[in-house]
């Protein structure tokens, strides 16, 4: 089974921090998404990689960045965490190639506050 | 990528089957159905997808129709766990989550 792996489930910080929400994909994907889930506004997403150190712009990407430094990892930061940040974040990756055809997986989530 | 409708929320009894519709008549010739749902307070699950025939695996059943304008997709033995929000998804490139349909699956 394909695991998509989040580091926390839930997280509280403080306006202006600096946020890093890590995700690690066991299935060699060369895909990998973040988006953030908001009641009434579905999944948006934020940022997508489709190789080591390429990433794309989502629908969202204002306040946010990324980084892949590895195949496996894809990391969400939040450069001075803001309180319009408070949302799911929800990882995922997909195999290569077109993107129609490519299902993608999701990990569990993590649930950011911010204060 | 083609809009989808959804019914907001649908009833099932457990150990019936569970057949959630949706309506993508402008879906184009090369976009894909999928089918995605997420149980409370978890990511997205992948169940299912098909271009222009019917699908099944261990998870579900996609019927589309002829014209491809609409689908259902169908538990056949729904359990209290399959209590989810079921997202039908027209797409070539990017999922777009629109807003789902319930379903609660009562004993």
């Not at chain 1, 908001?38 to 990324?66: A, N, Q, T």
């Not at chain 2, 989808?4 to 894909?32: F, K, V, W």
């Not at chain 2, 033995?77 to 039908?88: G, P």
């Amino acid at each position: 089974d394909v695991k998509v792996t989040q580091s926390s489930r839930y997280l509280v910080k403080r306006t202006g921090e600096k946020v890093f929400l890590e995700c690690v994909q066991d299935m060699d994907h060369e895909n990998m998404f973040w988006y953030r889930q908001d009641p009434g506004l579905g999944l948006r997403l934020i940022y997508f990689s489709y190789d080591v150190k390429m990433k794309e712009k989502g629908d969202i990407p204002e306040g946010y960045s990324v980084s892949r430094e590895k195949k496996e990892r894809f990391s969400l930061i939040l450069e001075s965490a803001s309180t319009n940040q408070t949302s799911m974040y929800l990882c995922a990756s997909s195999p290569g190639g077109a993107l129609a055809k490519n299902i993608q997986y999701f990990g569990a989530g993590t649930r950011l506050s911010v204060l | 990528d083609a809009k989808t409708t959804q019914p907001p929320s649908m009833d099932c009894a457990e150990g019936r089957a569970a057949n959630l519709p949706c309506n993508h008549s402008t879906i184009s010739g090369n976009e894909y159905v999928y089918w995605y749902r997420q149980i409370h307070s978890q990511g997205p699950q992948y169940i299912i997808h098909g271009l222009k025939n019917n699908e099944t695996n261990e998870m579900a059943s996609l019927i589309i129709t002829e014209d491809r304008k609409s689908s259902t997709l169908i538990l056949p033995h729904a359990t209290l766990r399959d209590t989810a929000v079921y997202y039908c998804i027209v797409r070539t490139g990017k999922l777009i989550f629109g807003q789902g349909t319930t379903l609660q699956v009562k004993p």
